[in-house]
């Protein structure tokens, strides 16, 4: 899969069948485009070309921030996955959300790609006030010699997912939910930081993340079961996110105890992939307590991950 930071030195297309999209999270809806794009592609001997965006065009218009699904390289790495073969990333600016939708369609869709064929979802909309529609993009094929296709609406209803389905369901903790959605792990990436070792004196250490991107979403606070790769090699573990009330903690933690592990990986990056939410956080009459529902945790996490 080739990737193209920017509209600068694209490359020269062949028989180019596009899709348009942020598509956070690289879901189960999403995934149904890029199998039609690349089978699109196939039949005419072209190049699939997903056209996205950074960063979300949300963040610039509605300037508000959006907790994402994914970094831009997992969303790399899931579209390498699903068989695209060429990524372009548009940085999105709000001169570019002023385009008129005819100049959205000529002087960047043609002019950049010259595609043979562009599918979209559903009620896709583009363009100054997302003027622009099935039918504006239909009539200018005509002329400009492209074929438009729609993902049906009864297809995108079927598949009911949406990236804002998946991020209600990681906000409240429901990660098994989520990743039914997304149809792959959810996935979070960061570097091991130095904590207040209170784990090592507890008889559970624990590897503190801190996360590589502001605006990755974290899931609900609370106790999880994940697996963790540690330099390529996956190991179980179990998670908490939260405040650590028990002990008075005052901001936010990611600390994940790593099952059979002892090394120090300080400064590494670590990923976590979640697999059950066992309990939200709460706090402890004393650190007896505590340590004595570590361990229920801990016996839980085990069964869930044999």
Same mark, same amino acid.
């Given at each position: 899969?080739?990737? &193209?930071?920017?509209?600068?030195?694209?490359?020269? &297309?062949?028989?180019?069948?596009?899709?348009?999209?942020?598509?956070?999270?690289?879901? !189960?809806?999403?995934?149904?485009?890029?199998?039609?794009?690349?089978?699109?592609?196939?039949?005419?001997?072209?190049?699939?070309?997903?056209?996205?965006?950074?960063?979300? *065009?949300? !963040?610039?218009?509605?300037?508000?921030?959006?907790?994402?699904?994914?970094?831009?390289?997992?969303?790399?790495?899931?579209?390498?996955?699903?068989?695209?073969?060429?990524?372009?990333?548009?940085?999105?600016?709000?001169?570019?959300?002023?385009?008129?939708?005819?100049?959205?369609?000529?002087?960047? #869709?043609?002019?950049?790609?010259?595609?043979?064929?562009?599918?979209?979802?559903?009620?896709?909309? &583009?363009?100054?006030?997302?003027?622009?529609?099935?039918?504006?993009?239909?009539? !200018?094929?005509?002329?400009?010699?492209?074929?438009?296709?729609?993902?049906?609406?009864?297809?995108?209803?079927?598949?009911?997912?949406?990236?804002?389905?998946?991020?209600?369901?990681?906000?409240?903790?429901?990660?098994?939910?989520?990743?039914?959605?997304?149809?792959? *792990?959810?996935?979070?990436?960061?570097?091991?930081?130095?904590?207040?070792? #209170?784990?090592?004196?507890?008889? &559970?250490?624990?590897?503190?993340?801190?996360?590589?991107?502001?605006?990755?979403?974290?899931?609900?606070?609370?106790?999880?079961?994940?697996?963790?790769?540690?330099?390529?090699?996956? /190991?179980?573990?179990? #998670?908490?996110?939260?405040?650590? *009330?028990?002990?008075?903690?005052?901001?936010?933690?990611?600390?994940?105890?790593?099952?059979?592990?002892?090394?120090?990986?300080?400064?590494?990056?670590?990923?976590?992939?979640?697999? /059950?939410?066992?309990?939200?956080?709460?706090?402890?009459?004393?650190?007896?307590?505590?340590?004595?529902?570590?361990?229920?945790?801990?016996?839980?996490?085990?069964?869930?991950?044999?």
């Amino acid at each position: 899969m080739r990737i &193209f930071r920017n509209l600068d030195n694209l490359a020269s &297309f062949k028989n180019a069948v596009i899709t348009i999209g942020t598509y956070d999270g690289v879901h !189960m809806g999403h995934q149904s485009i890029l199998k039609r794009i690349n089978d699109l592609a196939q039949d005419i001997e072209g190049e699939s070309i997903l056209v996205t965006f950074h960063p979300h *065009p949300r !963040m610039i218009v509605n300037d508000k921030q959006v907790s994402l699904l994914s970094t831009l390289e997992e969303k790399f790495d899931l579209l390498a996955k699903y068989g695209v073969d060429n990524v372009v990333v548009v940085p999105f600016t709000r001169d570019f959300s002023q385009q008129s939708p005819q100049a959205y369609i000529e002087d960047f #869709l043609v002019k950049n790609f010259q595609p043979k064929k562009i599918v979209i979802g559903y009620n896709h909309r &583009f363009g100054k006030n997302r003027a622009g529609d099935i039918h504006l993009l239909r009539k !200018m094929g005509k002329k400009l010699d492209f074929e438009v296709e729609e993902i049906s609406k009864q297809l995108v209803e079927d598949n009911s997912v949406s990236s804002t389905k998946i991020r209600q369901a990681l906000e409240l903790g429901e990660v098994e939910t989520a990743v039914n959605l997304l149809g792959h *792990p959810y996935l979070l990436q960061g570097i091991v930081v130095k904590g207040n070792q #209170l784990g090592r004196k507890i008889g &559970f250490p624990t590897a503190n993340l801190s996360v590589d991107s502001e605006y990755k979403l974290i899931p609900e606070n609370g106790v999880y079961a994940v697996k963790v790769k540690v330099r390529e090699v996956w /190991h179980n573990g179990m #998670l908490n996110i939260g405040l650590r *009330p028990t002990v008075a903690g005052d901001s936010k933690t990611i600390e994940t105890n790593i099952f059979d592990f002892e090394e120090d990986i300080y400064g590494e990056t670590i990923v976590l992939d979640f697999q /059950h939410r066992i309990r939200p956080e709460q706090k402890f009459v004393n650190l007896d307590a505590l340590i004595r529902q570590l361990k229920k945790d801990k016996e839980q996490v085990v069964k869930l991950l044999k």
